[in-house]
């Protein structure tokens, strides 16, 4: 098995990449232990009181209502135990970017944003799902797409 490291600057994040000829039980088995290293997963509840594991990928948003804190992904709503300022810490130094004072964002969930008179945001994600990013949030939320480049174009 030869490792690679290859520095350049067309590069903006880190890639993995497994070559070889077949798909054999090695290149099974080295995917494998990739997505156990760099899968992150949550612990969250479906309606049904259900325990379940969200691969952090897949989260859409996150918001608080009332005094529950709910995470939507591409297959449902989900409670989780953690607060949404944790939450933003823990999923924060990916794609993760706060729009207001009660929900987070994954931007690579991002279909369109709309700018309104206001100088608000209205955010459309992938799913058809709707949000605003609140005035002081616009300039963080600019940042941080400008500085990732991570939005493409749906």
């Given at each position: 098995?030869?490792?690679?490291?290859?520095?350049?600057?067309?590069?903006t994040?880190i890639?993995l990449?497994?070559?070889?000829?077949?798909?054999?039980?090695?290149?099974?088995?080295?995917?494998?232990e990739?997505?156990?290293?760099?899968?992150?997963?949550?612990s969250?509840?479906d309606?049904?009181?259900?325990r379940?594991?969200l691969?952090t990928?897949?989260?859409?948003?996150a918001?608080a209502?009332?005094?529950?804190?709910?995470?939507?992904?591409?297959?449902?709503?989900?409670?989780?135990?953690?607060?949404?300022?944790e939450?933003?810490?823990?999923?924060g130094?990916?794609s993760?970017?706060?729009i207001?004072k009660?929900?987070?964002?994954?931007?690579?969930?991002?279909?369109?944003?709309?700018?309104?008179?206001?100088?608000t945001?209205r955010?459309?994600?992938?799913?058809?799902?709707?949000?605003?990013?609140?005035?002081?949030?616009?300039a963080k939320?600019?940042?941080k797409?400008?500085?990732?480049?991570q939005?493409?174009?749906?």
């Amino acid at each position: 098995m030869d490792i690679r490291t290859e520095i350049d600057g067309r590069y903006t994040k880190i890639e993995l990449h497994v070559c070889n000829n077949e798909l054999t039980d090695e290149v099974r088995g080295i995917m494998r232990e990739l997505h156990e290293i760099y899968d992150r997963y949550l612990s969250g509840t479906d309606e049904w009181g259900n325990r379940c594991m969200l691969v952090t990928a897949r989260i859409v948003s996150a918001y608080a209502e009332g005094q529950k804190v709910f995470v939507r992904t591409d297959d449902g709503i989900y409670s989780v135990q953690n607060k949404l300022y944790e939450l933003e810490k823990e999923l924060g130094e990916s794609s993760f970017v706060r729009i207001s004072k009660s929900e987070i964002v994954n931007i690579k969930k991002i279909r369109s944003l709309d700018l309104s008179v206001t100088g608000t945001i209205r955010i459309t994600m992938k799913d058809g799902y709707e949000a605003y990013v609140s005035r002081r949030n616009v300039a963080k939320i600019k940042e941080k797409l400008l500085s990732g480049r991570q939005v493409k174009q749906a």
